[in-house]
């Protein structure tokens, strides 16, 4: 075939279909233009999943009438005029292809008015071409109507999903606009039913409580980074109690634009180092704000790729301001206890209240004022006294606000971590000669692993040397480890040594790993001298809640929790 240039429905066609990829991405086209139109309120519709109807409807500026018809052209924005203008973008849109894609693709018809003018302009375009257009009696701002997506084209059609998928990205995507911006007021409704609204009051807690409800959004801390020329960083992280199996709770934007972007989330998992069990993922919703002329939005038609001038900047940034979050604010958890009142007492005094219309109110403020923003407790212990040891495992201590209790091997596994850590540093790991080296025979694949990683193990304080064949000769071990089972701690980090990866993460994996090995077992009775001094010494970590495999080393009962339980309030 010769080569011709495609007719413009057959390349505005191919276009669409990087920009219209499902019904969610119709939606998030016209959310943007809605919030680039300055509109406070934004309402959408959706029926079946968006297959049949989309409909947003906002009150920003509106289109003049003069211009409704170039809005849906290829290329036309209002947005920018210039190349140079791609170097700071300040607004969401500015390809100018949204409404051209959607209208290609779908039935739409589009209301809206400016605030100058007396009447607004009513169109309607089928697979791009205008077939209605008249003047008509609407409110200030703009209502976008998508029927039958895809109806001109079956390949897209087929890959539609089920209604409930489609409506499920819907969904996910208003709320995520929701949580970006605070200050506006979202409502979705499907199927004739809302199923989403925030309030607009500009505050982020508020709409988490709406998004992931009341009981998480209050365990979430604040993070703030200073405000200083650069980089900011903004929103809400989970304390390391709190955790997730995927990486689906990581949520970022960049200047208030959702993007997908790795560097974001390992600068946020770095933060969590150590705090977080293996495999699990925080809970994470972060505004990072830059100066437009230092990230390029035009990476991707969807807009949701970006690059960042300066990346390790970026990085440094949300991981420094994240890990200072968790430090300040980790709370040891709580024993949760039911409250001392039923919930059916509760709804009594309810009824018999005086202002009883309002008394439902007045019990939501009061469960609202329970919440302020969470408390960040400080890291660092309260004086402890030591009482016992229970089931040789959990130490019993009192503070000046309850009881705690401590798990003796996650808080030595803790106090042993960081002293590791800061012997390495100063590169003195103390280690002990054996008076009789120890001979150890390995599996071959478990030989070769060892003989090529003798420095590492020299680094955390073993002295091991090759012995002929498959053994070898331990002559030094880890201080701490003396008393452990050596030949067992050797081998579980050459395990851990062979499933590669990045070498720093293979070291920390090794430190975790002889720690574990060292630290005291549950089960051993411990004298109460043990105790104190290993509570004094966890009192001096830097983290002294969690191990360093991220779980909790202790649990407190309140004073406050103790006097409901026995009735005193
Ligand atoms: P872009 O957003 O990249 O400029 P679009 O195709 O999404 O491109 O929109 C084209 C133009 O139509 C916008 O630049 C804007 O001027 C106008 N427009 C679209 N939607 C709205 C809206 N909801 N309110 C006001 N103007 C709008
Ligand atoms: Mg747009």
């Known amino acids: 075939m010769p080569i011709i240039v495609l007719p413009d429905e057959v390349a505005i066609k191919i276009a669409a279909g990087e920009v219209v990829e499902r019904p969610a991405s119709v939606v998030k086209e016209l959310v943007e233009n809605a919030i680039d139109a300055g509109a406070k309120t934004i309402k959408m519709e959706m029926r079946q999943g968006g297959r049949q109807t989309m409909r947003v409807a906002d009150d920003g500026a509106g289109i003049p009438a003069a211009e409704v018809e170039l809005a849906f052209a290829r290329h036309s924005t209002s947005k920018l005029s210039r190349a140079a203008d791609l170097d700071h973008i300040a607004t969401l849109g500015f390809r100018g292809e949204a409404l051209a894609s959607i209208a290609a693709v779908a039935r739409v018809t589009i209301l809206t008015r400016t605030q100058g003018e007396d009447k607004g302009t009513l169109m309607r375009l089928e697979g791009g071409k205008v077939v209605r257009r008249e003047s008509q009696g609407a409110p200030q701002g703009t209502i976008v109507t998508v029927e039958n997506l895809f109806y001109n084209v079956p390949a897209r059609l087929k890959f539609l999903r089920q209604a409930v998928t489609e409506a499920g990205h819907i969904a996910d995507l208003v709320t995520h606009y929701a949580l970006a911006y605070p200050h506006l007021r979202f409502q979705l409704i499907k199927d004739g039913r809302l199923s989403f609204q925030s309030t607009g009051s500009g505050e982020l807690l508020d709409v988490l409580i709406q998004v992931y409800g009341l009981e998480i959004a209050q365990q979430m801390l604040q993070v703030a980074s200073d405000q200083q020329p650069g980089v900011q960083v903004e929103g809400y992280v989970s304390p390391p109690a709190l955790h997730r199996s995927g990486r689906g709770y990581l949520t970022f934007f960049v200047n208030r634009r959702r993007v997908q972007d790795r560097l974001l989330g390992k600068a946020v998992l770095e933060a969590y180092h150590t705090l977080l069990p293996k495999d699990r993922y925080p809970l994470v919703i972060l505004n990072v704000g830059v100066d437009c002329d230092q990230v390029d939005v035009n990476v991707h038609p969807t ?113 042993l971590y960081e002293r590791l850590k800061a012997e390495r540093a100063r590169r003195e790991v103390s280690n002990q000669q054996l008076l009789t080296p120890l001979t150890l025979d390995l599996p071959p694949r478990q030989a070769a692993i060892l003989s090529s990683r003798l420095e590492e193990l020299a680094e955390l304080g073993f002295e091991i040397e090759p012995f002929g064949g498959e053994t070898f000769l331990v002559r030094a071990v880890p201080a701490m480890l003396v008393e452990g089972d050596i030949a067992q701690t050797v081998a579980d980090i050459v395990d851990e040594l062979a499933e590669g990866g990045q070498v720093e993460a293979l070291e920390e994996k090794a430190l975790i790993t002889l720690v574990c090995h060292s630290a005291v077992r549950a089960g051993k009775v411990l004298a109460l001298e043990e105790m104190r001094d290993l509570i004094r010494q966890l009192e001096e970590t830097d983290q002294p809640r969690t191990c360093p495999h991220g779980r909790p080393t202790m649990i407190h009962l309140s004073a406050d929790n103790l006097a409901r339980q026995f009735g005193r309030r």
């Not at 309810?350 to 329970?370: C, M, N, V, Y």
């Not at 309260?382 to 201590?397: D, F």
């Open 303 to 415: 807009k949701s790729e970006i690059r960042f001038l300066k990346p390790n900047d970026v990085f440094s940034a949300v991981q420094r301001t994240v890990r200072r979050a968790l430090t300040e604010g980790t709370p040891i958890p709580m024993v949760s206890v039911p409250r001392a009142r039923p919930e059916t007492t509760r709804f009594r005094d309810f009824e018999r209240g005086p202002k009883s219309p309002g008394g439902q109110l007045a019990l939501e403020l009061q469960r609202t004022a329970d919440l302020p923003a969470p408390q960040a407790l400080p890291t660092k212990l309260p004086m402890l006294r030591v009482l016992g040891q229970i089931w040789q495992t959990y130490i019993t201590a009192e503070g000046p606000d309850g009881l705690y209790l401590i798990d003796q091997h996650a808080a030595h596994e803790r106090v």
